[in-house]
């Protein structure tokens, strides 16, 4: 079983930082590609930023810039660095993950609350 766990999460004043990490563990043969999405409240979930395992980044246009996602293969875990927080980048994260061979995988989600 595999599992995704994020976490670094919480409450932000804009412009302030947040880190956000994301942990898999279990069987894990290797992660082809993570990603970081989000969900606001009534909206539907969108990509935030993505990493192969070959590094290379996709960023939503409305991130680039601020976000940076990195990724440690050896320890598989991800990570979504977010400097100049905005209030429209209140949200729920969730991690993804393509693992060969067992497929897509989701973590629970952390909450990032930005205010004005």
């Known amino acids: 079983q595999v599992q995704l766990v994020e976490s670094g999460g919480g409450l932000v004043q804009a412009g302030g930082s947040l880190r956000l990490s994301c942990a898999a563990s279990?069987?894990?043969?290797?992660?082809?590609?993570m990603g970081w999405y989000r969900q606001a409240p009534g909206k539907q979930r969108e990509l935030v930023a993505s990493?192969?395992?070959?590094?290379?980044?996709n960023y939503a246009d409305s991130v680039k810039g601020r976000f940076t996602i990195s990724r440690d293969n050896a320890k598989n875990t991800m990570y979504l660095q977010m400097n100049s927080l905005k209030p429209e980048d209140t949200a729920v994260y969730y991690c993804?993950?393509?693992?060969?061979?067992?497929?897509?995988?989701w973590g629970k989600g952390t909450l990032v609350t930005v205010s004005s």
């Open positions: 279990g069987t894990i043969s290797s992660i082809a590609y």
């Open positions: 990493i192969t395992s070959g590094a290379s980044t």
């Open positions: 993804n993950a393509h693992i060969v061979v067992l497929g897509d995988y």
